[in-house]
């Protein structure tokens, strides 16, 4: 009696046509993966360190110490009439958010490369993983803030409801940007040692250590195409009682970063066909 040979299903996976192609449902199958990914971070972050998440409190307060010595007693830059300590670790908050999602995330793709050329997935997991798994050290160091305003005597107000969308800015601008430098890094090693120096540019060109009302009135519109203006002077206003921040400031803010996930998202999709064969 013959046997009839079992049927062999293929798989042909193809690259989406077309650049706005966004597959929603695609990307919520694999939603566990961003989990993964997210806690997989977290946990190479500490590994093997002598005092593990310490590092989350530590490098902040640091930065802030630093900060109030140099600019704040010896610079004497303004603080709004607040006491310069908190002034700068708020602002340190959401920066140092920024900063650690734009190093892991630009670096992401490089790093992954054995998992890219292996197994399909969406590509957009990756970067989108690695900026967001630097909230738990923010969670952990805004412990510390809390702190410093009680030693201060300063309370929150009803502002800090905005905290989580000024979060979610937060986050989504450092992913924009890694639309576009993680697969430049793909093409080009270069990038990778450039954004530690880009993310310590983009600091200095961000209101932390000094006050948006230091730069020239006629200035501010070019100034706050900075994404992170906006998501900074939200920071002091929804946790420091400060005076309402540029509301138009913000939404110029806002707008730069729809134009950067926008463009960061075509040339994403138009580079990630060749993720695997260049990695």
Excluded at 136 to 160: E, H, K, N, Q
Excluded at 253 to 262: E, G, K, N, R, T
């Amino acid at each position: 009696m013959e046997q009839t040979p079992e049927r062999v299903h293929r798989i042909l996976i193809q690259p989406s046509k077309g650049l706005f192609h966004f597959e929603v449902r695609e990307l919520w199958q694999y939603h566990e993966l961003l989990y993964f990914l997210i806690w997989r971070d977290v946990k190479l972050r500490y590994k093997q360190t002598m005092i593990g998440g310490a590092w989350a409190i530590l490098q902040p307060l640091m930065t802030m110490v630093i900060f109030s010595i140099i600019f704040g007693r010896l610079a004497k830059i303004p603080s709004d009439g607040l006491p310069y300590p908190v002034f700068a670790y708020t602002a340190l908050l959401p920066w140092m958010l920024f900063s650690q999602s734009l190093t892991r995330s630009g670096a992401s793709l490089v790093e992954n490369a054995n998992l890219i050329s292996k197994v399909y997935f969406p590509r957009l997991m990756i970067p989108l993983g690695a900026a967001a798994a630097p909230i738990v050290d923010f969670i952990v160091s805004f412990m510390i803030l809390l702190c410093l305003m009680a030693w201060y005597g300063i309370r929150p107000t009803l502002g800090i409801l905005a905290l989580p969308p000024l979060l979610f800015i937060t986050i989504m601008t450092a992913f924009s940007v890694n639309l576009w430098l993680s697969p430049l890094n793909v093409q080009y090693r270069d990038v990778g040692h450039a954004i530690p120096f880009l993310s310590q540019f983009w600091m200095y060109a961000s209101p932390v250590a000094y006050p948006l009302s230091l730069i020239p009135e006629k200035w501010q519109f070019l100034y706050s195409l900075n994404p992170m203006v906006g998501v900074i002077e939200g920071f002091r206003w929804a946790l420091l009682g400060k005076q309402s921040p540029n509301f138009i400031a913000m939404a110029i803010s806002i707008f730069a970063v729809l134009a950067l996930f926008l463009s960061g998202f075509i040339y994403f999709k138009k580079m990630e066909q060749s993720f695997a064969d260049v990695i």
